[in-house]
């Protein structure tokens, strides 16, 4: 299966207002393709659209028009679920089981014996990195970050072949982001597929091959990661980074050359450059000021630039 995600034309409208119904369009006529055997990220500021095309995914809501399927079938197609996994934004589950009996729970919807479901819970909460002594806790004495690592445990019990995860990093200390972020890793790794909401940009970097960004309900930009970052206009424009120099001091000689800009880092500058073959000159002036060159690589932009410019109405 080439796709694992496909939307055509996707709208939702909601009504608001009280005695004044107005009409609010979440999504706007969006259309989108996912791979499988990858991690997509799904990005976008508050608002834009994210969880509610999601929602619809996951048959949780309707479209107002348009069509999406999942794994090739319809969403409105109940048997599909048993081959995917859901963790929403904020789970919440009854409050007096404890998590290993909400996993023996959702075991025996997806039809395991007891000893699987024994197996894949003991496995599962683990991995989430969930202390053996917490689970016989009751949920309603956890941590929203508790609460995240048991979301997330539950939308793998049935060993999906694609799971969707809506901010999975919610309420999450760093040690937990990390145990989430290699979970997911090895997700891929196994073949599962993932598609990801979330605002914390550099999990994006360090896990997605392919993204898409939303603004107003429209999508903005998609594609792989690279691509999208590297820099519009930045042809063959070259970053230099250098140590043990005074930005201040070499300013002027590096703005002589065509096209060249400097800025203060730390520890030195980093010199950017419009062609290659301007790179022999700010050597030659790296040389002169004492300096040492650590790294020269392509231009492009930071996430959180290509994300501010392509959510910003």
């Not at 073959?277 to 004492?290: E, F, G």
């Amino acid at each position: 299966m080439k796709y694992v995600v496909e939307i055509e034309g996707l709208s939702k409208e909601y009504e608001t207002g009280f005695l004044k119904k107005k009409r609010s369009l979440a999504l706007d006529d969006l259309y989108l393709q996912v791979k499988g055997g990858q991690i997509f990220g799904f990005l976008g500021g508050n608002g834009a659209g994210k969880t509610t095309t999601i929602k619809i995914l996951m048959s949780l809501i309707f479209p107002t028009a348009g069509t999406a399927s999942v794994l090739g079938k319809n969403v409105a197609d109940t048997a599909m679920h048993g081959r995917i996994g859901y963790c929403p934004e904020s789970p919440y589950f009854y409050d007096y089981l404890t998590a290993n009996e909400l996993m023996d729970y959702f075991g025996r919807l997806f039809g395991l014996d007891a000893a699987a479901r024994k197996r894949k819970t003991d496995e599962l909460l683990s991995e989430v990195g969930l202390a053996e002594k917490d689970r016989r806790r009751q949920l309603r004495k956890f941590s929203k970050g508790m609460l995240q690592r048991v979301g997330i445990a539950q939308s793998l019990i049935n060993d999906p072949e694609l799971v969707f995860f809506d901010e999975p990093m919610s309420g999450l200390d760093p040690v937990g982001r990390r145990d989430i972020r290699d979970l997911i890793a090895n997700l891929r790794a196994k073949g599962v597929s993932v598609f990801m909401s979330t605002h914390i940009l550099s999990d994006i970097e360090a896990l997605c091959d392919e993204v898409a960004i939303l603004r107003g309900g429209k999508l903005a930009a998609s594609g792989k990661l690279g691509d999208l970052l590297a820099k519009d206009d930045a042809g063959r424009s070259l970053i230099v980074e250098v140590q043990g120099v005074n930005a201040d001091a070499i300013r002027a000689s590096v703005e002589f050359i065509a096209g060249a800009s400097i800025e203060a880092t730390p520890d030195g500058a980093n010199i950017q450059i419009l062609d290659e073959s301007d790179l022999d000159a700010v050597l030659d002036l790296i040389r002169k000021n004492s300096g040492r060159l650590t790294r020269v690589e392509p231009a492009k932009l930071s996430l959180e630039e290509l994300f501010v410019r392509d959510t910003t109405l």
